[in-house]
């Protein structure tokens, strides 16, 4: 039996995790944990997850297409590449292992904190972007791999993605969590499809939790473009360094 304290809690957590998706990553982390609690075996809170994923980066992309952010068509090679390997992914996900997957995920966290806070600085011509000849091909292999990871547990991709593309692309960051957001929402869309053929997915906690995550998703993607790079990049490397703690010691 579901209180109404419940949902409403599944609400305020998935605007919380909205957000946090939105500018930087990691919000699964807060999201999967209360979908737990509620019940739900971790495989089905998986799965049951992507649904506010999907729904949260309808609004984000809305969101940054209204402040006219956006990378197309680069981004969609990079959605289609992400959603081949989201297949492999997903079939991987079925029967999760999650102890083991949090150990390598603080650790992966860990290497991009220690990335973005010592990267040497950019020239403002090194800050030209990349989307032609070798990088175009770099990028779109990158995100097959990526692909793969967020269709097994999605949790923390989105740091994964900000690195690539700033890495590869030398996109700005919140040009990167405009791309983000878009490819998430592809390959999801993939992902979930092999969720319901195989029955995983709580439809109700998944539509309550997505009115969360919409919320925080359409207000972070707008505030982050008025806010720029610096503010992004801080919170960034704060979430980046929570969520690792919270994954190795908690």
């Known amino acids: 039996m579901e209180y109404p304290f419940d949902l409403i809690l599944l609400i305020f957590v998935g605007f919380i995790a909205g957000a946090i998706n939105v500018i930087a990553g990691g919000g699964s982390l807060l999201s999967l944990p209360i979908l737990i609690f509620l019940g739900l075996p971790s495989g089905i809170a998986n799965a049951t997850n992507r649904i506010a994923i999907i729904i949260q980066n309808i609004f984000a992309v809305s969101g940054f297409k ?120 592809v390959y999801s869309l993939v992902a979930v499809a092999i969720f319901i053929y195989n029955d995983m997915i709580n439809w109700k906690y998944g539509l309550i939790l997505s009115i969360g995550n919409a919320a925080g998703g359409w207000f972070m993607s707008r505030w982050s473009v008025k806010k720029g790079d610096g503010f992004v990049r801080l919170f960034l490397i704060i979430m980046v360094t929570v969520m690792a703690i919270k994954l190795w010691f908690f």
């Open 66 to 185: 209204s402040k006219g952010v956006s990378a197309f068509p680069y981004s969609i090679y990079l959605a289609l590449s992400a959603s081949v390997g989201a297949i492999i992914g997903a079939y991987m996900a079925i029967d999760i292992n999650g102890d083991v997957f949090n150990k390598i995920l603080a650790v992966i966290m860990v290497v991009i904190v220690i990335y973005m806070v010592f990267k040497p600085k950019i020239s403002l011509k090194q800050l030209i972007e990349r989307t032609t000849s070798k990088y175009f091909w770099l990028g779109v292999i990158a995100f097959f791999f990526v692909g793969i990871y967020g269709g097994f547990i999605q949790a923390g991709v989105g740091f994964i993605m900000l690195l690539t593309l700033s890495s590869i692309n030398r996109f700005s960051l919140v040009k990167s969590n405009a791309i983000k957001v878009f490819v998430a929402l």
